[in-house]
């Protein structure tokens, strides 16, 4: 079968990104849909396919905490004939809720995995990206300090070297801490981003937009928490969503729920030209004062290329979106 065009969901073996595959796949049976995540242990893409009695998923190993990785998926990628990219959905995620890690380049893990892995994705994805094509990130309303978020410490963007690797005193910052400053970096980079696919390739009508699916508990986010956590995360308190609505706040939803405001994002006609804005839900709000901070943006975008790029050809490849 000849498909119209791929959309590419990181992490969409599981939760979120699964539930956001399934949606896609339904609604574009003429698209080639690619789950790509580390493991596939449910056989997400089977599973979908069989769902639907159709044949349009199918998994792609990919491992966004090493970067040689992700370059080898590129490559692998450029040997197949895939159709042209309609949308980069990059809602892989990590909380590390322990001491400091770090990915094989070096980098701290979360930063490592949720930011950088992404960018360089896009980054070499981009020549493959169709017109109008859509980039839609997962971040959190966690990164948002002026937002009830159940207690998550606040974000606070010093600049990308120190969140790629911490020295003095944020050695010992908290993990939760390290996870919502990444999910900052998400919504920063994707202004950025915003703003020079404006400036730069206009006519290329790629647009970004940043998400919040809300409070998802039993997902798999909570997978590096201690016994105690993990029991009541997955076991309590999905059973407990209208009440955590009520008494906590009420952006708290099964990730079935939350799939269909992200789907929606990469491929509703309703938002097609929606682009440098951000999303909770299916609702377009503001998010963090920090995240407008256009030098924040800007040291982000900056670390990302300095960092990525190798050599002069690329770091003009990946400035020009070439
Ligand atoms: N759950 C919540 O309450 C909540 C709230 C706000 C935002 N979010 C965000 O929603 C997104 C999805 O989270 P979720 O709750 O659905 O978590 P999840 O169940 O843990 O799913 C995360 C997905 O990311 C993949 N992944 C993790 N590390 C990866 C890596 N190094 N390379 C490639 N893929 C990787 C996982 O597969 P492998 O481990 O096999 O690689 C899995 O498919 C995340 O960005 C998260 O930050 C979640």
New binding site residues.
Partial sequence: MTYQRTIIV?????????YTALEIAKAHPEYLVVV??????EHAADTINKKLGQTNTIYIP?????LQKVRAYVRDWEKKDYPPIQALIF?????FPGGLTKTVDGLESTFG??HV?HALLFHLLCAYLAPKARVVI?????HDPDQETGGMPKANYVSAELLAHPTGATVNDPGRKR?VES?LANILWGYALDRRLKQRVPDRGITVTSF??????G?????ETNAFERFIWIYILPKLIPLLRTVLFPNVHR?QESAVALARLAIGLDVEDESGKYFEGLKQIKSSKDSYDETKQDDLWKWTVDYLAKGNGERERFEQFK
């Fill in positions: 990181t992490g969409g073996t599981v939760s979120l990104g699964y790509s995540s580390r493991t596939d242990r990919l491992d966004l905490s090493n809602n892989a995620g990590l909380q995995i949720n892995g997962t971040s959190s309303g966690t996870y999910k919040d699916p809300g409070l998802m508990p997902t798999g986010l909570a997978r990730p």
